[in-house]
């Protein structure tokens, strides 16, 4: 234990983040007046004082516990404040007639319109102006001048702003929260009429410079030939770039478990960081040229953060490798996991909202799993050879990240990558070696058949990395999907990693036994949770424009009855039924088709579901016939469904009809008449949110 606590005073930052991190947590969820924050902030202040060891005369830090817990209450209080004031926003912009602003990053192309973050400096109300800073998502129609917009562009809209809202599905990504933490709370659509280009190129000069550059190295990677699928990873692998990767691609390193690559991170900044210490080695033959090498390092290394778009595991990579330069040339070798907490809390002291971004905790884990853990894991084999030395130490390193990473993976993506292990071993050096023959490239892109034949190694180097996923993806359970981990089984996962950690640090074996008891106290947690759920019995009419989409959940079985467009793409299975797989602790899963279009044979289809009698209606419904009438609780019209209300009545015995969100708006309008004129109870999910039925109901 006295090892444990010596090595804790070598990381200072800690004892800042921790109480930091509580105290922006806290104020994420439980909001109150800045004048008790203030107030309170201001009490534990002057306590610290009259407690500092300073006015006391103890100088001996570590007993005198009250100045160090007053400290600590005075970080929390100043964070819980930080991120109130960090999150409060004007909403009279809502209001707006005319916005004036500027594009804060660069354009991307969607299928139908061109979106853009809009930072907005003033906007008129009520025929005055008002000065402000919101930001807005935009998305503009597609035309000559809407395409041709850049970062630093000023422009004018009509402010025809609405809220950011969710689908209104259950269990669904927070598409809301998401943008908020983004701090976007409003969005329009502008048409090419409501919109006036003032005037161009007035963004912040070294976001303009850099993207200028990412613009310039993307022609580079054209004019040499790099084309289709290999352009898409080496503009997402060097750059960030990520606007040209297809849902294959996405498919083949989510599941290999390569998608980290795709991911500018800490893996790339080292890399530049190797290669810039390499090239600018001579300035730190002589002590007083050191110096020089530091800001050059630096200096490049930022400037590549900010071309890939300064994320938060770019940002915090940046921010340690430059701890490192500093440390390294004036012959001081920082704590690496001091680094790390400094990296941390630089961050958020500018973002609060970053703690809750998936890059942000993804890259952090990782980091800290590695220092943590890679060094104890390497000494558990021993390997003479250079070879089998180098790909164990590779191993050690992706199984370190891994221990850090997977609770929260699988949390957030509810699928873990089987054969995560060997693809590091294959990607992280082809990774390394693409960045290398990619500053090849540029070098030597001022004579173009020196550059075609660097750009033909290159493209067949991507070739093979994607070859290597793509069969990595393809083997026998790859990945388990649909798996689950709720918030109390995430926190005591981080929880028995943290005493693994202990355990390693102090060599104390008796921590092994509370390891055990947490793990037990999951497998009872998980337990609880299928008793809890055998009993389960939901529907689910999912609020989907142009497709129908209806769950039928029977203890821990659920079944997705849904049109094409949705059952054969896995990615739109997983963004509707992820969470709610989760959150009901399913353990078997299948889809079933629902009729297309009008013409289809079978315009009726009966949803199994233990809670009610439901049929879906999708089509000609003169097609069906009948001996007697049926008796339902409830009718799901689809969106080319008959609208002959009447009629359907004829074959039905139902008292309630569900107006699916795929079906027209002037459809909508002439049943809800209808129901209203025969007193038929009806439920039009456009209006609403999905229509979901529960035990409870």
């Given at each position: 234990?006295?090892?444990?606590?010596?090595?804790?005073?070598?990381?200072?930052?800690?004892?800042?983040?921790?109480?930091?991190?509580?105290?922006?947590?806290?104020?994420?969820?439980?909001?109150?007046?800045?004048?008790?924050?203030?107030?309170?902030?201001?009490?534990?202040?002057?306590?610290?004082f009259?407690y500092?060891?300073l006015?006391?005369?103890?100088l001996?830090?570590?007993k005198?516990?009250?100045f160090?817990?007053?400290?600590?209450?005075?970080i929390?209080?100043?964070?819980?404040?930080?991120?109130?004031?960090?999150?409060?926003?004007?909403?009279k912009?809502e209001?707006?007639?005319?916005?004036?602003?500027?594009v804060?990053?660069?354009?991307?192309?969607?299928?139908?319109?061109?979106?853009?973050?809009?930072?907005?400096?003033?906007?008129?109300?009520?025929?005055?102006?008002?000065?402000?800073?919101?930001?807005?998502?935009?998305?503009?129609?597609q035309?000559?001048l809407?395409?041709?917009?850049?970062?630093?562009?000023?422009?004018?809209?009509?402010?025809?702003l609405?809220?950011?809202?969710n689908?209104?599905?259950?269990?669904?990504?927070?598409?809301?929260?998401?943008?908020?933490?983004?701090?976007?709370y409003?969005?329009?659509?502008?048409?090419?009429n409501?919109?006036?280009?003032?005037d161009r190129?007035?963004?912040?000069?070294?976001?303009?410079?850099?993207y200028?550059?990412?613009?310039?190295?993307l022609?580079?990677?054209?004019?040499?030939?790099?084309?289709?699928?290999?352009?898409?990873?080496?503009?997402?692998?060097?750059?960030?770039?990520k606007?040209?990767?297809?849902?294959?691609?996405?498919?083949?390193?989510?599941?290999?478990?390569?998608?980290?690559?795709?991911?500018?991170?800490?893996l790339h900044?080292?890399?530049?960081?190797?290669?810039?210490?390499?090239l600018?080695?001579?300035f730190?033959?002589?002590?007083?040229?050191?110096?020089?090498?530091?800001?050059?390092?630096i200096?490049?290394?930022?400037?590549?953060?900010?071309i890939?778009?300064?994320?938060?595991?770019?940002?915090?990579?940046?921010?340690m490798?430059?701890?490192?330069?500093?440390?390294?040339?004036?012959?001081?070798?920082?704590?690496?996991?001091?680094?790390?907490?400094?990296?941390?809390?630089?961050?958020l002291?500018?973002?609060?909202?970053?703690?809750?971004?998936?890059?942000?905790?993804?890259?952090?884990l990782?980091?800290?799993?590695?220092?943590?853990?890679?060094?104890?894991?390497?000494?558990?084999?021993i390997i003479?050879?250079?070879?089998?030395?180098?790909?164990?130490?590779?191993?050690?390193?992706?199984?370190?990240a891994?221990?850090?990473?997977?609770?929260?993976?699988i949390?957030?993506?509810?699928?873990?990558?089987?054969?995560?292990?060997?693809?590091?071993i294959?990607?992280?050096?082809?990774?390394?070696?693409?960045?290398?023959?990619?500053?090849?490239?540029?070098?030597v892109?001022?004579?173009?058949?020196?550059?075609?034949?660097?750009?033909?190694?290159?493209?067949?180097?991507?070739?093979?990395?994607n070859?290597?996923?793509q069969?990595?993806?393809?083997?026998?359970?790859?990945?388990?999907?649909?798996?689950?981990?709720?918030?109390?089984?995430?926190?005591?996962?981080y929880a028995?990693?943290?005493?693994?950690a202990?355990?390693?640090?102090?060599?104390?074996?008796?921590?092994?036994?509370?390891?055990?008891?947490?793990?037990?106290s999951i497998?009872?947690?998980?337990?609880?949770?299928y008793?809890?759920?055998?009993?389960?019995?939901?529907?689910?009419?999912?609020?989907?424009?142009?497709?129908?989409?209806?769950?039928?959940?029977?203890?821990?079985?659920?079944?997705?009855?849904?049109?094409?467009?949705?059952t054969?793409?896995?990615?739109?299975?997983?963004?509707?039924?992820?969470n709610?797989?989760?959150?009901?602790?399913i353990t078997?899963?299948?889809?079933?088709?629902?009729?297309?279009?009008?013409?289809s044979?079978?315009?009726?289809?009966?949803?199994d579901?233990?809670i009610?009698?439901?049929?879906?209606?999708?089509?000609?419904?003169?097609?069906?016939?009948?001996?007697?009438?049926?008796?339902?609780d409830?009718?799901?019209?689809?969106?080319?469904?008959?609208?002959?209300?009447?009629?359907?009545?004829d074959?039905?015995?139902?008292k309630?009809?569900?107006?699916?969100?795929?079906?027209?708006k002037?459809k909508?309008?002439?049943?809800?008449?209808?129901?209203i004129?025969?007193?038929?109870?009806?439920?039009n999910?456009?209006?609403?949110?999905?229509?979901v039925?529960?035990?409870?109901?």
């Amino acid at each position: 234990m006295i090892m444990l606590i010596n090595e804790l005073r070598k990381i200072p930052f800690l004892r800042l983040l921790i109480p930091f991190v509580l105290g922006l947590i806290t104020g994420n969820f439980f909001a109150l007046p800045l004048y008790i924050l203030f107030t309170a902030t201001a009490i534990c202040i002057g306590l610290s004082f009259i407690y500092s060891p300073l006015i006391t005369n103890n100088l001996a830090y570590s007993k005198n516990w009250i100045f160090g817990s007053l400290i600590s209450l005075s970080i929390f209080f100043i964070a819980y404040s930080h991120t109130i004031n960090y999150n409060t926003i004007d909403t009279k912009i809502e209001n707006a007639e005319t916005i004036l602003g500027i594009v804060d990053e660069p354009p991307k192309k969607t299928a139908r319109s061109i979106k853009i973050i809009l930072k907005t400096l003033k906007y008129e109300k009520n025929n005055s102006w008002v000065e402000d800073n919101s930001l807005l998502l935009i998305y503009m129609a597609q035309d000559s001048l809407s395409k041709s917009l850049k970062y630093g562009d000023i422009i004018s809209i009509k402010g025809n702003l609405r809220a950011i809202t969710n689908a209104g599905n259950p269990n669904e990504f927070d598409y809301k929260k998401y943008l908020h933490r983004q701090r976007i709370y409003f969005q329009a659509y502008t048409k090419s009429n409501q919109w006036i280009l003032l005037d161009r190129n007035r963004g912040n000069f070294l976001y303009t410079f850099s993207y200028n550059i990412r613009n310039e190295i993307l022609t580079i990677y054209k004019k040499a030939g790099i084309s289709g699928d290999e352009f898409a990873i080496l503009s997402a692998l060097t750059l960030g770039v990520k606007d040209y990767l297809s849902d294959d691609i996405v498919k083949n390193y989510s599941h290999s478990g390569a998608m980290h690559v795709l991911a500018v991170s800490g893996l790339h900044v080292g890399i530049i960081t190797m290669m810039l210490n390499f090239l600018l080695s001579f300035f730190r033959k002589k002590a007083k040229l050191r110096i020089v090498h530091t800001v050059a390092v630096i200096c490049f290394l930022w400037i590549f953060a900010i071309i890939t778009g300064l994320t938060p595991s770019v940002t915090r990579s940046a921010l340690m490798f430059s701890f490192f330069v500093v440390g390294s040339n004036s012959n001081r070798k920082p704590h690496s996991l001091n680094s790390l907490a400094a990296s941390a809390f630089i961050i958020l002291s500018f973002n609060p909202n970053a703690l809750f971004y998936v890059g942000f905790q993804l890259s952090f884990l990782a980091v800290t799993s590695i220092l943590l853990f890679q060094k104890p894991i390497s000494k558990l084999l021993i390997i003479n050879n250079f070879v089998g030395n180098e790909i164990w130490q590779l191993t050690s390193v992706s199984i370190a990240a891994q221990i850090g990473t997977t609770p929260i993976s699988i949390y957030y993506f509810h699928q873990f990558p089987v054969y995560a292990l060997l693809t590091n071993i294959i990607v992280i050096p082809a990774a390394m070696l693409i960045m290398y023959i990619t500053v090849l490239l540029i070098l030597v892109s001022f004579v173009s058949s020196y550059a075609s034949y660097v750009a033909i190694f290159l493209s067949f180097v991507i070739k093979m990395l994607n070859q290597s996923t793509q069969f990595i993806e393809h083997l026998p359970f790859s990945s388990i999907e649909f798996i689950s981990l709720n918030s109390a089984e995430l926190i005591i996962s981080y929880a028995i990693i943290i005493l693994l950690a202990i355990m390693f640090a102090t060599q104390n074996k008796k921590l092994l036994f509370m390891v055990l008891l947490l793990l037990i106290s999951i497998f009872a947690i998980r337990d609880f949770r299928y008793l809890k759920n055998l009993n389960n019995n939901r529907l689910i009419v999912f609020k989907t424009n142009k497709n129908s989409a209806i769950a039928s959940i029977k203890g821990l079985n659920m079944t997705l009855y849904a049109d094409t467009a949705i059952t054969n793409n896995k990615q739109n299975i997983s963004y509707l039924c992820a969470n709610i797989i989760t959150e009901n602790a399913i353990t078997h899963f299948k889809t079933e088709k629902l009729p297309l279009d009008s013409s289809s044979k079978f315009p009726v289809v009966f949803i199994d579901a233990n809670i009610a009698k439901v049929a879906y209606l999708q089509g000609k419904i003169d097609r069906f016939k009948s001996d007697k009438k049926i008796s339902l609780d409830y009718i799901i019209l689809g969106g080319k469904s008959s609208i002959n209300i009447e009629y359907i009545t004829d074959l039905f015995d139902c008292k309630y009809i569900i107006i699916d969100a795929s079906m027209p708006k002037w459809k909508q309008k002439l049943i809800k008449r209808d129901c209203i004129n025969q007193n038929i109870q009806y439920f039009n999910i456009s209006d609403e949110e999905a229509f979901v039925l529960n035990n409870q109901n």
